[in-house]
T-cell receptor, first 115, second 111 residues
Framework: DTAVSQTPKYLVTQMGNDKSIKCEQN?????MYWYKQDSKKFLKIMFS???????INETVPNRFSPKSPDKAHLNLHINSLELGDSAVYFC??????????????FGSGTRLTVV | GESVGLHLPTLSVQEGDNSIINCAYS??????FIWYKQESGKGPQFIID?????DKRQGQRVTVLLNKTVKHLSLQIAATQPGDSAVYFC??????????FGAGTTVTVRA
């Protein structure tokens, strides 16, 4: 069983399109995250949700809208895609804020390519 | 900028030798640190963690050292194997709900 699963694994789309990435965790964690990894492998947090409530929004453009229908799911919708949005997007989960647990569990990533 | 970083972007090591990967952090309030391993095409995977009330923690073939005086973290891998080839990240949990990552060190194991 995959603990944190993301779909799709690869996404190629044209500039200006709207796309969504889905994430589900079966670990029973109450907190979920979206991270963006650029071409230099740098990992940057975008959002974190605790029990469906938005906790962190790291000055991400408002074209990015996360949605958490329940604590096991965190989806990411991106409007009007731009070339600079090309990256690998990772979903992660933790129990609580992460400091009292073994950090975060990450999904395998969604490679988004905007052409 | 980010508060966590690694000293070297790449490390080449002979199979069987020990590897040392270094990391500096700047947030004095951070009290929990984690090393992650990321293999090609996969997400970061937990290796070992350490809390600020400790200065050393050992796992299977890995040891993490924490020096709070100089805000330095290191990961030692004993008897490096080809399967250890990956990108290694240190991360700090200075605040709940936000794990900050360094830039990563790419480790290549030579046969």
């Amino acid at each position: 069983d995959t603990a944190v699963s993301q779909t799709p694994k690869y996404l190629v789309t044209q500039m200006g399109n709207d796309k969504s990435i889905k994430c589900e965790q079966n670990l029973g964690h109450d907190t979920m995250y979206w991270y963006k990894q650029d071409s230099k492998k740098f990992l940057k947090i975008m959002f974190s949700y605790n029990n469906k409530e938005l906790i962190i929004n790291e000055t991400v453009p408002n074209r990015f809208s996360p949605k958490s229908p329940d604590k096991a799911h965190l989806n990411l919708h991106i409007n009007s895609l731009e070339l600079g949005d090309s990256a690998v997007y990772f979903c992660a989960s933790s129990q609580g804020g992460g400091r009292n647990t073994y950090g975060y569990t990450f999904g395998s990533g969604t490679r988004l390519t905007v052409v | 900028g980010e508060s966590v970083g690694l000293h070297l972007p790449t490390l080449s090591v002979q199979e069987g030798d020990n590897s040392i990967i270094n990391c500096a952090y700047s947030n004095s309030a951070s009290d929990y640190f984690i090393w992650y391993k990321q293999e090609s095409g996969k997400g970061p995977q937990f290796i070992i963690d350490i809390r600020s009330n400790m200065d050393k923690r050992q796992g299977q073939r890995v040891t993490v050292l924490l020096n709070k005086t100089v805000k330095h973290l290191s990961l030692q891998i004993a008897a490096t194997q080809p399967g250890d080839s990956a990108v290694y990240f240190c991360a700090e949990n200075g605040n709940d709900y936000k794990l900050s990552f360094g830039a990563g060190t790419t480790v290549t194991v030579r046969a």
